[in-house]
């Protein structure tokens, strides 16, 4: 069992793909693999390797992981085969999409996607301002209360918050439902790390974790682990793998990395639990991730549109308001639980803005403009 072996991603991209035809491809390379995609967009294919550090590929040996071709040699490979765009960790874009001009214009050619509209809108992608996205949306965090009003306004749209303390930690549950601005997307202040958003809309159910600018979770990018249970996904492996070859695969191209990055995250979770959920499809996933973390099934309910947010015990609703007034609740709200003194209204006031973080900074922006307007 050669290596130390280390896990490299990339995407095949074409007009057209077969998953089954690129795991019987990589199969009879003896490259393992995994392969990832969602149904109907099969053109988008997300695929993981086995790398060493001479840059050699993980190959089925005789019952043990050997060097295969080299990643440039199978990203080659895979670009002639499959006439795609094929682009990996640490390897140059080499195959580019044809692009032929002619005089009635320009004419896409094999793997590439059509042009950006007019408008600058990318098909697919909901974009910041976009309000049309409908989704079920929880977000557990240990954001102070205070900020739920702020958050309200600037999303424009009602915000539902309960007290959901795990493991004996003091959390949050901010909860949105109907078509709206996403929970966060004018940001989080540091206090709210880390961000657990689970969320259910009409093509998927997904959980993500930002644990924030300072953690130490991981290296990978933003140090976010995520996880879709709506993408399908194939491992390429000899039926007759040895034992400590299907393990090696499972274990650095599966999904154990991100299980511990949500186990991780919520004091008392149940990592075993967190990884077995990724294997249950649909509702049943999600269900059975919301149980790992120790959550109450409420919050599966609210997901799937069984309950509303305000159906949770304690919740409390917040509605869009105006910049001042949502800034006057959030400071009565930092204030509340502080001991009983006697300041100055000024002073109680300079105190509330203090606690109120970066988002009361947005909302005086925004009310400043506003009232140059």
Request: no cysteine; proline share 9%.
């Amino acid at each position: 069992m050669a290596g130390p072996w280390n896990r490299a991603e990339g995407v095949l991209v074409a007009t057209r793909l077969d998953p089954d035809a690129v795991a019987a491809h990589l199969a009879a390379a003896g490259v393992l693999a995994r392969l990832e995609w969602y149904p109907g967009t099969e053109h988008l294919l997300s695929l993981s390797v086995l790398t060493d550090p001479a840059g050699s590929v993980g190959a089925a040996g005789e019952g043990q992981v050997v060097a295969g071709p080299t990643l440039p040699e199978l990203v080659e490979e895979l670009q002639a085969t499959f006439d795609a765009d094929v682009l990996m960790d640490g390897v140059p874009a080499g195959h580019e999409a044809d692009w032929t001009i002619t005089e009635e214009g320009i004419t896409l050619g094999p793997g590439a996607r059509e042009a950006t509209p007019e408008d600058g809108a990318i098909p697919g992608v909901v974009e910041e301002e976009d309000t049309a996205h409908d989704a079920r949306t929880v977000v557990l965090t240990p954001m102070p209360v205070h900020q739920v009003p702020l958050h309200a306004t600037l999303l424009g749209r009602p915000v539902t918050v309960a007290e959901q303390p795990v493991d004996g930690e003091p959390r949050r549950l901010v909860m949105t439902t109907g078509p709206g601005r996403e929970l966060g997307v004018h940001g989080w202040d540091a206090d709210a790390y880390p961000v657990l958003r689970l969320q259910v809309d009409a093509e998927d159910r997904t959980a993500l974790l930002l644990p924030g600018p300072d953690s130490d979770v991981d290296e990978r990018e933003g140090g976010v682990a995520v996880f879709s249970w709506s993408m399908r996904s194939r491992y390429v492996l000899p039926d007759d793998a040895a034992g400590p070859v299907r393990t090696l695969v499972e274990d650095l191209l599966g999904d154990g990395e991100d299980a511990a990055a949500f186990a991780a995250a919520v004091p008392g979770a149940d990592p075993a639990a967190v990884a077995a959920s990724f294997a249950l499809p649909g509702a049943d996933g999600l269900a059975a991730f919301v149980a790992a973390l120790g959550l109450p099934p409420a919050v599966a309910d609210v997901l799937e549109g069984r309950a509303e947010p305000a159906d949770l015990e304690g919740a409390r609703t917040h509605e869009a308001e105006r910049l001042p007034r949502a800034a006057a609740q959030s400071a009565r709200l930092a204030l509340e639980g502080q001991p009983p003194m006697a300041p100055s209204t000024r002073t109680a006031l300079r105190a509330g803005a203090v606690g109120l973080g970066a988002l009361a900074v947005v909302a005086m922006v925004m009310a400043r403009r506003g009232r140059r307007g």
